[in-house]
C-alpha cells in the first residue's frame, strides 16, 4: 500500500523557520515526481517545490523561491521541505505527494498518492 506522512507543521511567528517532513512507504522514490503543495482557505491549491527523483531537477514557485528549499533521502524514502523567512502568506495546510507521471515541470503530476496534510500557521 503506497501512503505518504507529513508532520513538522505548527505555529510559528512570521520571519521564522520550519520543516516539513513526508515519509513515504510502498513505493520506491526512483523515477517518480515528489512534490509539496498547500491549500489555504478559500484558496486554490498551490504547488509550492518539486524535485524529480528521473533527473534530480527542482523546481519552486516564484512566491517561496529563495527561502523554501526541497530535499529527498531515497535510501530513507523521505522528502522536506525547509521553509525560512516565514511570511502570514505562507500560512495553509501543506501536503505531500508522488507521482510517476508529471508534465513539463514536475509541479503538473497526475494522479499519484498523497498525504493527509499538515497545518502552518504563521503569525504576524
Known amino acids: 500500500e503506497v501512503q505518504l506522512v507529513e508532520s513538522g507543521g505548527g505555529l510559528v511567528q512570521a520571519g521564522g523557520s520550519l520543516t516539513l517532513s513526508c515519509h513515504a512507504s510502498?513505493?520506491?522514490?526512483?523515477?517518480?515526481?515528489l512534490v509539496w503543495f498547500r491549500q489555504a482557505p478559500g484558496k486554490e491549491r498551490e504547488g509550492v517545490s518539486c524535485i524529480s527523483e528521473r533527473d534530480g531537477r527542482t523546481y519552486y514557485a516564484d512566491s517561496v523561491k529563495g527561502r523554501f528549499t526541497i530535499a529527498s533521502d531515497s535510501a530513507k524514502n523521505t522528502m522536506s521541505l525547509s521553509m525560512n523567512n516565514l511570511k502570514p502568506e505562507d500560512t495553509a495546510v501543506y501536503y505531500c505527494?508522488?507521482?510517476?507521471?508529471?508534465?513539463?515541470?514536475?509541479?503538473?503530476?497526475?494522479?499519484?498518492?498523497w498525504g493527509q496534510g499538515t497545518q502552518v500557521t504563521v503569525s504576524s
Open positions: 505527494a508522488a507521482s510517476r507521471i508529471y508534465g513539463r515541470t514536475c509541479l503538473e503530476i497526475v494522479a499519484g498518492s
Open positions: 510502498g513505493f520506491r522514490f526512483d523515477d517518480y515526481a
